[in-house]
Each structure stands twice: as structure tokens, then as C-alpha cells.
């Protein structure tokens, strides 16, 4: 039974003694009796609700406990990995990395936020930065070594997203146009497909079918730290995926093939025969290509945007966006894209008025051989 009694060993000092829920017998040391009689209350609700942690699991260092967190976390790309290390390594144990656990409170963490907002990191690496410290915290929960996670009441720095840049069909043409000849299928195949770059990147000449025009998704390049692109998996299992091509395309890519063939079958390739990489390609010709023609900003992710905004504006639908994009779910098209649709709707409310008018006009609606009269034609003559 838990009890409280004077400290056998220091004077003035008050000692709490109760049994774990391993049956294993435990002390703490007060200098006030009634800060004694709080923590005895608080330790036998907790055993009672089965919330009771082994305060000495709450000892670990962060950086010892974000360790093993990681290391837990199975099935993730290399370049994910990579990314959240650097998080980690950069971002986190820095401040956190030599602290207790159970010793961080929510105030350090408001305050680390603020200090890497005063550091002008942007509101989207604060915010993975956080994502990864709170995975931590949760698991700690979940393990038993404290009793519930720091990350309370937490605000982040709001992320305002930067307008999405789509290009009219005339823009892609003259952008086309505008890059090295080696690179112009690259820039009609992003905007004519909605490809992501690493995917474009990581596209063999087996993935192009020329006869029933489509092409086949299921690998990317993508960057490992600070390393080369490597080739790797793609993002979801639904970002494997044959999506189809109109013809110019289609003839685009049969001559770029034969023009600029490369190593390991690569479609699109730098100069030397290997593989594209994301830094060179854009400082070295997708800047000066923008620069002499749409002008900035545009960066090569804005071609998978102008891609939806050319589907939506020829009426195709959010799941079938969806599907050639790779996404899950629709959600993501209407997140990102919802607003594109006004048009997309005043467009649908045109047609259905022109079916109408169709409809009613038809001569061939006849009722004993006369053609019918439309309803506003019929309250006319009753009106006189």
C-alpha cells in the first residue's frame, strides 16, 4: 500500500513509497509533505487508469530515443530517409538532442518554432521539422516512457502557397521552343502528360509503347542527401501507372529517341548519355530557357500544373485527373486545383442551356403530326 513518511536519511525531507504495476517497490523524495500527498494521489490514479510510466524510461536522450524512432520506421524510400535524417541531424538535435524526454516541455518547443521562424526557415520545413519531432513523442507515448506527449497547443507558422504558375498551350510551345533542342521533348512531355521530373528522368525506351501510345510509369530518380539521383521506387503503389499520349507526342519522343540515344536506354539524357539530374538541368537550361521566353517565376513542376489545368479545361473529370496523375485519392486535384473548376462549371452550365434549347426546338417531337410548342410558347397563347 503507497504511504508517506519522513525521510529515515534527511532531515525535513518527505519520502513516498508505493508498488508498481510490476510489483516492484519504488520511492520518491519530497522537501514538502503536501507536494508528497500530490504526487501519491497522482501515482494511484495512474495506476488505476493503467497511465503508470516508469519515471526512469522518461531519463532517455532525445537524441538516443529519435534514433531508435527512425530506425523503426520501415518501407520508406532512401531519399525520404535522407531527408529525414537531415531533418533530424540539422534541425532537431541541436536543440533537443541532450534532453530528457520526459523533461521537454510544450513551452521549449513553442520556442524552438519561433527560433527557426527567426531563422527564416520556410513555413514548410518548420513544419516537416515538427511532424518529425512529434512522431517521436507519440511513439514514447505509445512505448510507455512518458504518459503523454509535449506536442500540445502547438501552432505552426502559417504556409501560405506560392500561386501555381500554368502555362497557356502557346507558353508551352515558345518555352519549347526556347530550351536546347536536347530538352525540348522533356518540356512537351511534361506539360503533355503531368509526369513528375524524377519520373520523367527515370523513363527507358521500353516504357514508351508507340503503337497503342502510352507509357509506363514504375520507376523515378530521385536525390539522396546531397548525393547524385539515383533510381529508385515510386511514391505509391497507385503512382505505378500506363497513362495514354496524343500523337504529336508521341512522334516527339520516336525522334528525340533517335536523335539523342543513351546509355541504359534512357529517354531523356544530358549530354555525356546519362541520366538527367533535377540541379544541373535547371540552372544550366531551364532557367535561361524561361528567362527568353515565359519569364520567371516557373520551375519545372509547373508543367504537371499547366497538365491539370489543360484537363480540366477540356471538362475531364477529378478522378480521372487523379488516376493519370498518380494520386490516391481526388482529394488532392480539388485541394490543389478546386478553383480551376469555376470555369469548368460555367462551361457545363452553357451546355446544359443549349441542350434545352435543342430540345425544345426539335421538330421532330410531334404530337398527331404537329410539331410541339414550347412551354413559353404555350403560356403566350394562353395569355391572349
Known amino acids: 500500500m ?3 513518511r519522513r525521510h529515515p536519511n534527511a532531515k525535513g525531507r518527505w519520502q513516498v513509497r508505493y508498488v508498481d504495476p510490476g510489483g516492484r517497490e519504488r520511492a520518491k523524495n519530497f522537501s514538502r509533505k503536501s507536494d508528497a500527498e500530490k504526487f501519491l494521489h497522482t ?36 531519399s525520404t530517409k535522407a531527408r529525414d535524417d537531415t531533418y533530424l541531424r540539422s534541425l532537431i538535435l541541436p536543440t533537443f538532442g541532450n534532453h530528457e524526454i520526459a523533461a521537454i516541455q510544450p513551452s521549449e518547443i513553442r520556442q524552438w518554432i519561433s ?15 515538427y511532424q518529425i519531432l512529434s512522431r517521436c513523442f507519440r511513439v514514447a507515448v505509445t512505448d510507455g516512457l512518458i504518459p ?9 507558422p502559417k504556409n501560405e502557397q506560392e500561386e501555381k504558375r500554368f502555362l497557356s498551350p502557346t507558353e508551352v510551345e515558345d518555352l519549347a521552343d526556347s530550351i536546347e533542342e536536347r530538352y525540348r521533348a522533356v518540356v512537351l512531355t511534361g506539360a503533355y502528360t503531368g509526369l513528375r521530373f524524377g519520373e520523367m528522368a527515370a523513363l527507358r525506351f521500353d516504357d514508351l509503347d508507340t503503337l497503342r501510345r502510352t507509357l509506363r510509369v514504375d520507376e523515378q530518380l530521385s536525390r539522396q542527401g546531397s548525393s547524385e539521383m539515383v533510381v529508385g521506387p515510386l511514391k505509391s503503389k497507385k503512382a505505378y501507372r500506363a497513362i ?6 508521341v512522334e516527339e519522343l520516336t525522334a528525340h529517341i533517335r536523335r539523342f540515344p543513351a546509355e541504359d536506354d534512357w529517354i531523356f539524357s544530358h549530354s555525356a548519355g546519362g541520366h538527367l539530374d533535377y540541379a544541373r538541368f535547371r540552372r544550366r537550361y531551364w532557367h535561361p530557357a524561361v528567362e527568353a521566353s515565359v519569364g520567371q517565376p516557373c520551375t519545372p513542376h509547373d508543367l504537371r500544373h499547366t497538365h491539370v489545368a489543360m484537363l480540366i479545361a477540356d471538362g475531364q473529370s477529378p478522378r480521372y485527373i487523379a488516376d493519370r496523375l498518380g494520386h490516391a485519392s481526388t482529394r488532392t486535384v480539388l485541394d490543389v486545383y478546386g478553383h480551376l473548376y469555376d470555369d469548368a462549371d460555367d462551361a457545363a452550365m452553357e451546355g446544359l442551356e443549349r441542350l434545352r434549347v435543342e430540345a425544345a426546338t426539335d421538330t421532330r417531337r410531334t404530337v398527331g403530326g404537329q410539331p410541339l410548342i414550347s412551354i413559353d410558347q404555350g403560356r403566350s397563347k394562353k395569355g391572349t
Open 148 to 156: 503523454r506527449t509535449p506536442c500540445r497547443e502547438i501552432k505552426l
Open 244 to 249: 495514354g499520349l496524343p500523337g504529336f507526342l
Open 2 to 4: 503507497a504511504h508517506i
Open 43 to 78: 501515482v494511484e490514479t495512474d495506476k488505476l487508469r493503467g497511465q503508470w510510466v516508469d519515471p526512469r524510461l522518461g531519463r532517455t536522450k532525445f537524441a538516443d530515443w529519435a534514433a531508435e524512432v527512425e530506425a523503426g520506421r520501415l518501407n520508406r524510400r532512401a
Open 115 to 129: 527560433e527557426l521562424e527567426q531563422r527564416s526557415y520556410a513555413p514548410a520545413t518548420i513544419a516537416k521539422a
